[in-house]
């Protein structure tokens, strides 16, 4: 079991430009989720999902879109990145009580 | 905004039990307690969690008053590795009440293990 897995790592955008986040897990989980951490806080929740083709909204959800076509794959997309969007982004999958997390991307908007 | 209060920083001795506490003197009676630990700048890592009861398992032992309003996380033999930020948060379980379970991640407590 990889568990869930992110791409890429880091990577630096410039002002405007789009990107997709991919987050997969290999678990089964319907439950999933996107947080972003800034330097120094907790983990905000940006959109969820509780399985294929149904996603919500979490507590920061402006900027972000995403999909949820299959169980294993929940991909955040940035559009028109912005200077706040600076963060590390951290993609979940839940099992019945604990999630279990990716090891993150770090993105960096110049 | 997070439903605990966490202390924001606390050192332990390599060996010594690591002893976290945590208020919540809002919390309902369908939300569970968990832990959660950030090493560094890795992902989230469960530790426990529990519902009224104490609770142990290899990682930590979970002690929660009984009137619920606050609860330890006890790390019974603190090593270099348990060096962390540790979150305390409540959270029902999903789809209770119309809640999905999310979890609200205060900033935690900086836990130093020292050699």
């Known amino acids: 079991n990889a568990g869930v897995t992110q791409t890429p790592k880091f990577r630096i955008l410039k002002i405007g430009q789009s990107m997709t986040l991919q987050c997969t897990q290999d ?3 319907n439950y999933m989720y ?4 800034d330097p120094g806080m907790g983990l905000k929740l940006i959109y969820y999902s509780v399985g294929a083709g149904i996603t919500d909204k979490g507590e920061v959800p402006n900027g972000y ?3 949820r076509s299959t169980t294993e794959d929940f991909p955040l997309r940035l559009e028109l990145a912005a200077p706040s969007q600076t963060s590390v982004y951290f993609c979940a999958s839940k099992a019945v009580y604990e999630q279990y997390f990716g090891p993150g991307t770090r993105l960096t908007v110049t | 905004d997070a ?3 966490q202390p924001t920083s606390m050192d332990c001795a390599e060996g010594r039990a690591a002893n976290l506490p945590c208020n919540h003197s809002t919390i309902s009676g369908n939300e569970y307690v968990y832990w959660y630990r950030q090493i560094h700048s890795q992902g989230p890592q469960y530790i426990i969690h529990g519902l009224k009861n104490n609770e142990t ?3 930590a032992s ?3 008053t009984e ?3 606050s609860s330890t996380l006890i790390l019974p033999h603190a090593t270099l590795r348990d060096t962390a930020v540790y979150y305390c948060i409540v959270s029902p379980l999903m789809n209770y009440g119309g809640s999905q379970g999310n979890l609200i991640f205060g900033k935690g407590t900086k836990l ?3 050699p």
């Open chain 2, 57 to 59: 398992n290899e990682m």
């Open chain 1, 65 to 67: 879109n995403v999909s």
């Open chain 1, 27 to 29: 678990m089964n989980h």
């Open chain 2, 3 to 5: 439903k605990t209060t």
């Open chain 1, 34 to 37: 996107w947080y972003r951490q």
């Open chain 2, 62 to 64: 979970l002690i929660i």
């Open chain 2, 112 to 114: 130093s293990v020292k």
């Open chain 2, 67 to 69: 009137d619920r309003k």
